[in-house]
């Protein structure tokens, strides 16, 4: 039977210490972010290609970290694990502070990289601990919510910072974001600590996982999900900008209505979608993300620069209920399709493919960008397909694509 919001709401409050290190940590990504690359350059004497060096070295040596710590989710439980990717930032942070030569932007880039991988790869199983079934979805609609508004927040405040430029205020960013990860630590005490059972469930350990090929198919789903997420980042403004040759705030506009309608809408739109089958919201939002490819590609051909940027808008508002109908649906299947004792794992695989969809989508979508519209816009559009088709399969395959949202 269906659960009502006001089912969930009250699931939440039990866990608002929970929440509340999710705003802390979504606000504190969303300040830095846009300024990390000038940070260094205002308080180092390194140059760009220094800087960009060792924070792309930080990256790729991260990437094992989530994979790394499934086993150790399995064995002492979520919110140990969790606890120390906060600690592991807030050393970071608290480096950045002092650095001045590449190798030591690089060390405490990778604290911060391996500690965000291992918050996501923890994520999920925290949730679906502390949410119950037929409210998982939901829960994740609703921290997606947060997690988009706090960024858009953290947004705001760095451009703010941008524009004042100083060494205090950027040296202000980073202290704060360090003492934030600190307490985020303390908050996450009070999530209790659920550890999965031993036993037959746990026996095969990583060989299991990756021997369930209807999970892998899953992960493959995943992974296309993700190429898409990214394209948001990477691909859509400098479109809009550098190829279309729209006003500069085109881009500003687009990240505006992105944020504006997952942070308020995504936890409405989830549970006006009790009842509906998993597998078939997954299609619907690869579907919408291919819609609003081509309104990019279409927007090429559109000479009127005030109707383009409609068209642009319009394709942002298709891409964005893609984003909406997907991600909670998707990480909520990723969460229920892998068995308890292992869950830590499972979800750690999964959490790679978008780890490795970040690494690999930079220079593939600016590739296809310099070679013209019609080849990235299609390519996406390909991506959605495949997705889509993902989707099919898994619906088909994964009894928890097959249930319905909102059911126990």
């Known amino acids: 039977m269906p659960h009502s919001d006001s089912m969930v709401r009250p699931s939440m409050a039990r866990h608002g210490r929970f929440v509340a290190a999710i705003v802390i940590d979504s606000i504190g990504t969303g300040v830095f972010i846009p300024v990390t690359m000038l940070y260094f350059l205002a308080t180092t004497s390194l140059t760009l290609v220094q800087v960009g060096a060792a924070l792309t070295t930080a990256g790729l040596l991260a990437l094992p970290a989530g994979p790394l710590v499934g086993g150790l989710v399995d064995r002492y439980g979520s919110k140990p694990v969790l606890q120390a990717a906060n600690l592991a930032q807030a050393l970071g942070f608290a480096g950045y502070l002092v650095v001045g030569q590449p190798w030591q932007i690089a060390i405490c880039a990778w604290l911060n990289s391996a500690g965000r991988a291992v918050f996501f790869g923890c994520y ?166 291919a819609v609003g490819y081509l309104l990019f590609l279409a927007a090429d051909r559109v000479a009127a620069p005030t109707l383009a940027v409609a068209v642009v808008l319009l394709g942002a508002s298709s891409y964005t209920l893609g984003e909406i109908l997907g991600g909670p649906i998707a990480s909520t299947v990723a969460a229920e399709s892998a068995p308890d004792a292992l869950r830590g794992r499972y979800l750690a695989l999964n959490q790679l493919a978008v780890t490795v969809a970040g690494a690999v989508t930079p220079i593939a979508l600016s590739g296809l960008l310099s070679t013209g519209a019609t080849a990235i816009w299609l390519t996406l559009v390909g991506v959605s397909v495949l997705g889509a088709t993902l989707a099919t399969v898994i619906g088909r395959t994964v009894p928890a694509a097959q249930s319905r949202i909102g059911d126990v």
């Open 124 to 289: 999920g199983v925290t949730v679906t601990a502390l949410a119950a079934p037929g409210q998982r979805e939901r829960w994740f609609g609703l921290l997606g919510s947060v997690r988009n508004l706090g960024y858009a927040l953290g947004g705001l405040l760095s451009a703010v910072a941008v524009s004042i430029g100083t060494h205090g205020v950027y040296a202000a960013i980073v202290a704060i974001n360090a003492i934030s990860y600190v307490a985020a630590f303390a908050l996450m005490r009070a999530v209790p600590n659920t550890r999965p059972e031993g036993g037959h469930d746990a026996a095969g350990g990583w060989r299991r996982v990756l021997q369930d090929r209807r999970y892998l198919s899953l992960v493959g789903h995943q992974l296309c999900f993700a190429i898409s997420l990214f394209a948001l980042n990477i691909a859509i403004p400098v479109y809009a900008v550098d190829v279309l040759g729209l006003p500069g705030w085109t881009a500003g506009a687009v990240f505006t209505l992105n944020t504006v309608m997952v942070g308020f809408g995504q936890s409405i739109v989830v549970g006006r979608l009790s009842g509906r089958v998993r597998s078939r919201v997954l299609v619907a939002g690869h579907t919408c993300f």
